[in-house]
């Protein structure tokens, strides 16, 4: 094949790009080749191994199962158990294959994982179709597959707060919180039209660690623990005490920031932890003066820099001064809400940090300011909230959930864990899903048969020429 390839290389038929896509392809075809081998092997060993007064054999049966390279096809024997009076195949059960399986769970993992992080579970299935040149699941298994990872990760969670006693001890967290809302479809028994609700965010973290990766200063939240529902405020809170208890002892003992917009659900949310703090993000303040003063630069030069240097006092009164001279009077309505919010908010403005050493209480250099709120929010919102989509409930709490996985960096763990045990469940709607799947490649020869990549049977030009070049190569 080398020799081939230099040669063609050479003589101008071949460029980079063309070379690296016969050699990706020839990767593949070696794949098959050798999942291929040595499926067969351990089904050959088995044989020899089995014990023949209750495994009778009968016979050798082709099977196709689609992976994350395609398709990979190989042969495995049938045999007769004379103990329990039913038919087996050794190899499936040596591997946990289910019987009817044809799709690789690495397959419906990448589906879930890019449906978690994509646009859409339309989007999901069209990189699939993308990756094989022809759609091998359709965006309604993926769909059933993501609400049964998001049911698992609910149920597990409720049965850790009722069951784990965090052990974790630290002298301090960080709470981003933030509400964003989420169109849900109508429902039609009940009659109740397409509404928005509500989803409640919470990010607990430890603090922050620079990311090292460049010279402009970047960082990232230690160990953040993600919490969004739907649930009233009240039973909202609960909640999250019951998740931050299972990773952390005496959270009543823990000095906890919170920090978010002035919503009264939020400021009480803080109060309802033994030593929680609440802070007036200073990201929304900063905005607001900056909206109400933007026709006046040189007040405004003085309203920012008394809110940096946390003179509340003198913040104050630079927007009572503007408030009396505006003449405006969308404006000087404007700033008066300003100035009833600083009046009602000004000792949660202060900087958290300043309030803790007015309490001589030691604040590390590294602590940072709090407003990563809105950064937070958006990452669910852009998959939720920004789309022109309606929900229905069921599914916009799933999504949520595997963002938070995701976001947490266990998702991966817990698609392995959950589709391995609804796996027989799923490959019944991966083959009745929406949408037309590959066909399994039907072959009557022996031994190994070679797989086929889709893309190379789709079209006479790009792609499929050149994988259909491929054919007459011998790879070995």
């Known amino acids: 094949m080398l020799s081939v390839l230099v040669e063609r290389v050479v003589d101008g038929k071949l460029n980079f790009e063309q070379l690296e896509k016969l050699l990706w392809q020839s990767t593949l075809e070696v794949f098959r080749h050798l999942m291929a081998e040595v499926l067969e092997r351990v089904d050959k060993e088995l044989m020899k191994g089995r014990d023949k007064a209750r495994y009778t054999n009968k016979e050798k049966n082709p099977r196709s199962i689609q992976t994350l390279v395609g398709s990979v096809d190989f042969k495995r024997r049938y045999y007769r158990d004379e103990q329990k009076s039913d038919w087996v195949y050794l190899l499936d059960e040596a591997l946990d294959l289910e019987p009817k399986k044809t799709i690789g769970p690495g397959l419906l993992q990448l589906g879930v994982t890019w449906a978690t992080k994509g646009p859409s579970y ?37 049965n850790k707060i009722v069951t784990e006693d965090g052990k974790k001890e630290v002298q301090i967290l960080f709470a981003e919180v933030d509400s964003f809302s989420v169109k849900i479809q109508k429902n039609r028994k009940s009659g109740r039209p397409s509404h928005r609700r509500e989803a409640k965010l919470i990010v607990f973290h430890e603090g922050w660690a620079p990311r090292h990766n460049g010279k402009k200063p970047d960082y990232r939240l230690v160990n953040p623990t993600y919490i969004c529902g739907f649930q009233e405020a009240e039973e909202f809170w609960e909640h999250a005490r019951g998740v931050l208890s299972t990773r952390y002892r005496n959270i009543d003992k823990t000095r906890i920031i919170f920090n978010g917009d002035g919503a009264e659900w939020i400021r009480k949310g803080a109060e309802s932890f033994g030593k929680g703090m609440y802070q007036y993000d200073r990201f929304h303040i900063t905005r607001d003066v900056h909206s109400a003063l933007l026709w006046d630069k040189k007040r405004l030069k003085k309203a920012l820099k008394a809110l ?32 009833e919010c600083l009046l009602e908010n000004h000792e949660y403005i202060v900087d958290y940090r300043k309030r803790l050493r007015d309490q001589d209480i030691e604040v590390p250099e590294e602590w940072r ?8 929010v958006n990452k669910f919102k852009n998959r939720t909230g920004k789309r022109g989509r309606a929900w229905a409930l069921k599914g916009v709490e799933a999504i949520l959930t595997t963002q938070i996985h995701l976001f947490e960096g266990t998702l991966h763990e817990n698609i392995c864990r959950t589709l391995s045990e609804k796996e027989e469940w799923l490959l019944d709607r991966v083959t009745t899903g929406v949408g037309r799947m590959v066909k399994p490649v039907e072959s009557g020869s022996t031994g190994i048969r070679r797989g086929t990549f889709p893309a ?18 011998d790879v070995f």
């Open 308 to 339: 940096r240097s946390n003179d509340m006092m003198k913040l104050i009164w630079v927007v009572t001064e503007a408030w009396a001279s505006c003449s405006d009077a969308n404006k000087k309505e404007e700033l008066e809400e300003l100035r």
């Open 369 to 376: 300011g709090l407003g990563s709120a809105e950064s937070n």
């Open 122 to 158: 339309r989007d999901a299935r069209d990189r699939l179709t993308d990756l094989f040149g022809a759609q091998v699941v359709s965006h309604e298994a993926i769909r059933q597959a993501l609400l049964e990872v998001g049911a698992a990760c609910e149920r597990e969670q409720h």
């Open 456 to 473: 190379s049977s789709h079209g006479t030009r790009g792609f499929s020429k050149l994988f259909n070049r491929l054919n007459f190569v």
